[in-house]
């Protein structure tokens, strides 16, 4: 009840702070959770991600937010749990897995940082190998809006269609680590494309067929 709640007045909140438009939200599939994988541009991500689909859902945050006890206890409230970025952390790996047997949607960010320019950069590989250590779908997400958000920015969240895991990879506890990068090399072409759009040749062609 407590995360119900919550949640609604996120969305709330949200929709009076920015002028707020979601898209492809039937993409999300309704018979089993998911691992959202988003580009990264503020700290509200997570939230915006969160209380605009429906479930409950987990997310990683790096483990220096978890240092205050009050910021600790209101966002393990709401799924998050603490990963040691840039170190490898197969802890934070396993527990990822965990929530999702448990019933919670993932959100996370692979490019592991903040975006400054809006554009999308390099991925990492841990939404890949949780996906196959899990078998859950990847549903690709872009968050879209100018240069910086303030009062009332439009604002566009744009969920892709699921991406099956094991179109890709084999499903098991030590994945193979080429079928990984074929993986993560999907979900990133389709947020790029979700945030950026096709490039300009494609749609020159396209125009052309």
Excluded: C, W
């Amino acid at each position: 009840m407590y995360y119900t709640i919550v949640k609604a007045i996120l969305r709330f909140v949200f929709h009076i702070a920015f002028s707020l438009k979601y898209e492809g939200l039937e993409n999300i599939p309704k018979d089993t959770v998911v691992i959202f994988t988003s580009n990264h541009r503020t700290n509200a991500d997570p939230p915006l991600i969160g209380s605009s689909a429906y479930g409950k859902h987990a997310f990683m945050a790096k483990e220096e937010l978890f240092e205050n006890k009050f910021l600790s206890l209101l966002i393990r409230s709401l799924g998050a749990f603490p990963v040691s970025r840039g170190k490898g952390d197969m802890g934070a790996i396993d527990t990822a897995v965990q929530k999702l047997k448990s019933g919670r949607s993932l959100i996370i960010f692979p490019e592991g940082t903040r975006s400054k320019d809006g554009k999308v950069h390099k991925g990492q590989s841990g939404a890949a190998l949780i996906a196959a250590k899990s078998g859950k779908p990847i549903v690709p997400v872009g968050i879209v809006f100018g240069e910086k958000l303030k009062f009332r920015t439009k604002l566009t969240i744009k969920y892709g269609k699921p991406i099956i895991t094991q179109d890709y990879v084999e499903i098991s506890d030590e994945p193979n680590l080429r079928q990984i990068s074929k993986l993560k090399k999907r979900y990133m072409e389709e947020i790029k494309l979700l945030v950026e759009g096709e490039p300009e040749n494609l749609q020159e062609d396209s125009k052309n067929a």
